[in-house]
């Protein structure tokens, strides 16, 4: 890959998750604090993203992948998201505002697939080359949310207004990116789009367990999501999106710590690290505060790398090790499809309902809430001791090492 190349794929990168950070993880403050919106009102909101999931590999792979050129698609999208996002900063209701941000995320979510698409399509070795290209968009999410923060506009309409100009730049920038024409692959069915080629791998007990245990584990994963800006808040934290920051620089360093424990403690304990370090930052989140108890905050948040990395990430490893070459990239759709589209939407839709069922005289109970997330993570984590078996210690190469925003 030449320089040029390099660079306009890593600014499309950097532009496509500071958009997504912008507003993301700030949403439910902003939902909360200028909309008066109650709490499902919010997991609605973030429900829109999910259901946006299920969507994307549809239009991606029926229309996108087919007839038009990736670039272009990509550039559309994003000047159609920025001016959905014109309107969505002037509603002030919190019910005709989810339909709006339903209507953006419809934007935004193929768009995750396409810059993929696009950078690949361009790299002579994508193993090697990718991780490189994509660690831009973890360094976009916190550039982004450090931005909201030392502003101090995390609970404002600027989350959005911020967002709207970088998707405009985003979409106008696409349209200078190297030309990736459709694939034109028309032989492929809906049923090979979706990964249904990899419910097979659902016959084997121990990937069956690993992919309800990544559903179920999508639940409390979304209380995180949707619940901690407005938690740490309430717990009189200042400056929350800058501090929030520090989970995505945990991913990146325990990114780099995934060959050495995969060597040391094989698939299944990688997993239960995960899952106990879920429970334990729950916990954390539930009982401490901003006064005696700030640190147990910190810890909550930092834990946030062992919780993607030891979880998610070993999990991609896992499938792709599974499933073999022929049907990896139905397998790692399947995953994708059932985690960020049902697992989440559905932990998106509980989170709002057990923040309304904790608040009283307008004040969240939030120790109660996070009980609910840790329960379930503990309910997962017996489930997945129990009846997961595969202890292979397959050391994943460095390059197969990809970090994500979140």
Not at 26 to 33: E, G, I, N, P, W
Not at 287 to 301: H, K, S
Not at 379 to 384: A, G, K, Q, R, S
Request: charged content about 15%; hydrophobic content about 55%.
């Amino acid at each position: 890959m030449n320089l040029k190349t390099r660079i306009q794929l890593s600014v499309m990168m950097f532009l496509l998750f500071s958009t997504w950070g912008a507003w993301y993880g700030q949403m439910s403050k902003y939902l909360f604090t200028q909309l008066n919106a109650t709490g499902d009102q919010v997991g609605n909101a973030y429900t829109a993203f999910s259901l946006a999931m299920l969507v994307a590999p549809f239009f991606v792979g029926l229309i996108a992948d087919r007839y038009f050129a990736a670039q272009k698609v990509l550039g559309v999208l994003n000047l159609a998201g920025a001016a959905i996002l014109f309107f969505l900063i002037q509603e002030k209701d919190p019910d005709a505002f989810f339909w709006q941000i339903l209507a953006y995320c419809l934007t935004f979510a193929p768009s995750m697939s396409l810059t993929t698409s696009i950078a690949m399509q361009h790299m002579k070795n994508p193993e090697k080359e990718f991780p490189g290209i994509r660690v831009l968009g973890t360094v976009a999410w916190i550039v982004v949310t450090n931005i909201v923060g030392f502003l101090g506009i995390g609970d404002q309409v600027a989350i959005f207004q911020l967002a709207m100009y970088v998707a405009l730049a985003l979409g106008l920038f696409a349209f200078t990116l190297p030309d990736t024409p459709p694939k034109a692959d028309a032989s492929a069915t809906v049923g090979q789009i979706l990964g249904v080629d990899a419910f097979k791998l659902l016959k084997d007990r121990s990937f069956a367990i690993f992919f309800l245990s990544s559903v179920l584990i999508c639940i409390p994963l979304s209380f995180y999501y949707a619940m901690a800006n407005p938690s740490l808040t309430d717990s009189g934290m200042t400056n929350v999106e800058n501090k929030m920051s520090l989970g995505q620089a945990s991913e990146f360093f325990f990114m780099l710590m995934i060959p050495w424990a995969f060597s040391r403690l094989g698939v299944k304990y990688m997993l239960v690290v995960g899952l106990v370090a879920w429970i334990v930052r729950f916990l954390l989140f539930g009982y401490g505060d901003a006064n005696t108890g700030e640190w147990m905050l910190y810890i909550a948040i930092v834990l946030h790398g062992i919780c993607y990395d030891f979880f998610f990430v070993t999990g991609q490893i896992y499938t792709d090790n599974k499933a073999g070459e022929r049907i990896k990239s139905s397998a790692q759709g399947l995953i994708t499809l059932a985690t960020y589209g049902i697992g989440m939407g559905i932990g998106s839709k509980l989170a709002g309902i057990v923040a309304d069922l904790y608040t009283f005289n307008g004040k969240v109970d939030w120790t109660s809430v996070w009980l609910v997330p840790a329960a379930i993570a503990a309910v997962v984590l017996v489930l997945f001791v129990l009846l997961f078996n595969d202890r292979k210690k397959t050391v994943p190469a460095e390059d197969e090492l990809v970090t994500g925003p979140l």
